[in-house]
């Protein structure tokens, strides 16, 4: 990694981190509604609601365990909960990001997906093999490619790309996941993907 690209490694990361807590929050509460305190008033249909029901039995069931826990410590908010499954989420959607690029590039993965997202091969293949999947939404189906390659790699890299838990109920909206799919194919930061302590440097400057 030259010193150029882990400058910008790190400029990036902190960047993204930003962007991508701000907007999974901001779609956190466009999918659920959660400004409206009670579900069944919130006028959602019978997917998200059911999403929702669950994440709210998730924030009950860390608030009563928290009360549980004594005296003592300085009790956390509905709130708090709620901001530590979005981090949980945008930091998971990144690290898988950044695992990628480091397979792809070090031929761990023939097919990039990562590596220039909605211009690989791995995309277009999917665009030509199955494009009534790509049709009607929103990330035209690399998030769906992104799902897959994922659940194959949980086999080997359960750590890494098994089930999210909660983290999972939180929306990641396309214009989102194309920015840090973008962002990380700069030019500046070839040199990082082939390196072996970036994992750790974006760890680093993620915290």
Same mark, same amino acid.
């Given at each position: 990694?030259?010193p150029?690209?882990?400058?910008l490694?790190?400029?990036?990361?902190r960047?993204?981190?930003?962007r991508?807590?701000?907007d999974?929050?901001?779609a956190m509460?466009?999918?659920?509604?959660l400004?409206v305190?009670?579900l069944?008033?919130a006028?959602?249909?019978?997917?998200?609601?059911r999403k929702?029901a669950?994440l709210?039995?998730?924030l009950?069931?860390q608030?009563?365990?928290?009360g549980?826990g004594?005296?003592?410590k300085?009790a956390?908010?509905?709130? =708090?909960f709620?901001?530590?499954?979005?981090?949980?989420a945008a930091? #998971? /959607?990144?690290n898988?990001?950044? %695992?990628?690029? !480091?397979m792809?590039a070090?031929g761990?993965?023939?097919?990039?997906?990562a590596?220039r997202?909605?211009?690989?091969?791995?995309?277009?293949t999917?665009?030509?093999?199955a494009?009534?999947?790509?049709?009607g939404d929103a990330?035209?189906?690399y998030?769906?490619?992104?799902r897959l390659v994922g659940e194959e790699?949980a086999?080997d890299l359960?750590g890494?790309?098994g089930s =999210?838990?909660v983290a999972?109920?939180?929306p990641?909206?396309?214009? #989102? /996941?194309?920015?840090?799919?973008e %962002?990380l194919? !700069?030019?500046?930061l070839?040199s990082?993907w082939?390196?072996?302590m970036?994992?750790?440097?974006?760890?680093?400057?993620w915290?």
């Amino acid at each position: 990694m030259t010193p150029e690209a882990k400058k910008l490694l790190s400029s990036t990361v902190r960047a993204l981190r930003a962007r991508l807590l701000g907007d999974l929050q901001a779609a956190m509460e466009t999918e659920y509604r959660l400004g409206v305190v009670r579900l069944h008033d919130a006028g959602l249909g019978e997917a998200a609601a059911r999403k929702r029901a669950r994440l709210e039995a998730w924030l009950d069931e860390q608030l009563r365990a928290q009360g549980a826990g004594g005296k003592g410590k300085q009790a956390r908010t509905r709130e =708090d909960f709620r901001r530590e499954v979005e981090q949980q989420a945008a930091y #998971t /959607l990144l690290n898988r990001l950044v %695992v990628l690029r !480091l397979m792809e590039a070090s031929g761990l993965r023939r097919e990039p997906v990562a590596t220039r997202g909605w211009e690989s091969t791995s995309y277009k293949t999917l665009r030509e093999l199955a494009p009534a999947l790509v049709q009607g939404d929103a990330s035209e189906g690399y998030a769906l490619l992104l799902r897959l390659v994922g659940e194959e790699l949980a086999q080997d890299l359960p750590g890494l790309f098994g089930s =999210d838990g909660v983290a999972a109920l939180v929306p990641v909206p396309a214009g #989102t /996941l194309r920015h840090a799919v973008e %962002v990380l194919d !700069l030019p500046g930061l070839a040199s990082c993907w082939t390196d072996d302590m970036t994992l750790g440097w974006v760890y680093q400057y993620w915290n």
